[in-house]
């Protein structure tokens, strides 16, 4: 039977723009409650007020650094007191996502700054790190509780200008394998969604605000949107308890590789 995701505990990081955003909305119309994390709290106060009227039975916002071991040790303690008030039916966390993530520039090995590449490293690997061991003791055994981690199709292969952010990628399929071999018996879900081309900010963080230089990746084909990943991620949480959905590879059509997109003439 599907697993119901009313009235239970979803985390979410990298809330406050695109696949995370457009969760908080699709986790919400579930009856889910949220805790959202991001940087930027103005996009979070919006966010959450639309998971509101999108359904949710609470959602709540904290600010959130997954780069920063305290950030993410401040907003656990905050999540805690929310999932362990005693107001609170359900006092576990049964879905973990670890979103909050992206790319930093697109220059090869030769030039490559060592701000992106730390900033890569640090957001995409050690951030699911960080918030995976500091979420784990609130994360239900043998309850139907999920951690989904966000890969890429970045993952799987390789691009020139793309070194640190494939190694990134490939690194978050890796830990979610590792995990799933840690949780083996405490009955906690472990997935990867990996998508290819979606249309979020995710180009425009990449391209450093270049607007022009990100709309041209889009330019004349059907990316992934963000509610399409959403939803999803939506369909892997509410799977009955004993299915696992190992690793999800989730691409355009119009995609067949990273670097190989189909354009129509504009
Ligand atoms: N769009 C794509 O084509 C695509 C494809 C495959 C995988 N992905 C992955 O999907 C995830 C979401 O990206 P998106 O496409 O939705 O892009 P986006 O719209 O740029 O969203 C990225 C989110 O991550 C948050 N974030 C970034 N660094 C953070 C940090 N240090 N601490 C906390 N939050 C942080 C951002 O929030 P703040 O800036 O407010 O902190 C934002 O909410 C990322 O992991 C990305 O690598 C994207």
Redesign the pocket.
């Known amino acids: 039977m599907k697993f119901s995701l009313k009235n239970k505990w979803i985390l979410i990081?990298?809330?406050?723009?695109?696949?995370?955003?457009a969760a908080a909305g699709v986790f919400g119309r579930e009856g889910a409650k949220l805790l959202l994390?991001?940087?930027?709290i103005d996009?979070?106060q919006k966010v959450t007020a639309e998971a509101r009227k999108a359904g949710a039975a609470e959602a709540h916002f904290h600010e959130?650094?997954?780069?920063k071991t305290p950030s993410v040790e401040t907003f656990i303690a905050w999540a805690t007191e929310k999932i362990q008030n005693p107001k609170s039916k359900i006092r576990n966390l049964h879905v973990l996502i670890n979103?909050?993530?992206?790319?930093h520039g697109l220059d090869t090995v030769a030039e490559g700054k060592d701000a992106d590449w730390e900033e890569m490293i640090?957001?995409?690997v050690l951030?699911v790190l960080r918030m995976t061991r500091a979420a784990l003791p609130l994360i239900p055994r043998d309850a139907g509780a999920s951690i989904i981690n966000?890969?890429?199709?970045?993952g799987h292969t390789v691009y020139e200008g793309g070194a640190a952010y494939c190694a990134a990628?490939a690194g978050e399929l890796q830990i979610t394998r590792t995990l799933r071999h840690e949780l083996f018996g405490a009955g906690i879900r472990v997935s990867t969604v990996?998508?290819?081309?979606?249309?979020?900010?995710?180009?425009?963080?990449r391209f450093k605000g270049d607007a022009a230089r990100a709309a041209k990746l889009y330019a004349g084909t059907i990316?992934?949107s963000?509610a399409d990943v959403a939803e999803i991620l939506v369909w892997v949480a509410s799977r009955p308890p004993h299915v696992n959905i190992d690793e999800l590879l989730v691409k355009p059509v119009d995609q067949v590789a990273v670097g190989k997109v189909f354009r129509r003439k504009l």
Do not use: C, M, Y
């Open positions: 990081t990298g809330a406050s723009s695109g696949f995370g955003a994390g991001a940087r930027r996009r979070l959130l650094d997954v780069t979103n909050a993530g992206g790319a640090q957001s995409n951030g966000i890969g890429s199709a970045a990628k990996d998508p290819g081309l979606a249309e979020t900010e995710f180009s425009l963080v990316p992934l963000a």
